[in-house]
């Protein structure tokens, strides 16, 4: 969402000011592609859970840090990144208690980027 300077610099603990002044959906654009990219030979392509790409978004940057998993999820759907693009697959991985439902996308991931 963009505001104007005024609004932001009046209120530095609510909004978030990027060093560069860009959003970091670009960036998160470049790694996480869910078409085939034109320079296939840095990216591979990956079966990964939205709980995967916020755990190394976080590393990253402090944008997220008070958000949680469902936040970013929701800030993705919300900010068209080209990774929500891609078709989902539900596989439901079991342990002694119970079961659970996780959704991966097979996306193409910059590998000299990632953590």
Avoid at 69 to 92: E, P, V, Y
Wanted: net charge positive; hydrophobic share 30%; proline share 3%.
């Amino acid at each position: 969402m963009l505001q104007t300077k005024l609004k932001v610099n009046g209120f530095p603990s609510y909004y978030h000011r990027y060093k560069d002044d860009l959003p970091k959906s670009t960036n998160l654009n470049k790694v996480y592609r869910s078409g085939q990219p034109v320079d296939s030979d840095i990216y591979e392509q990956k079966q990964i859970s939205m709980n995967q790409i916020y755990s190394e978004t976080v590393v990253i940057t402090d944008l997220f840090d008070e958000k949680t998993q469902r936040s970013f999820s929701t800030w993705c759907g919300t900010a068209k990144l080209d990774l929500t693009l891609a078709d989902q697959t539900c596989k439901i991985q079991k342990n002694d208690v119970s079961k659970t439902k996780i959704r991966y996308r097979p996306l193409w991931i910059q590998e000299v980027f990632r953590i």
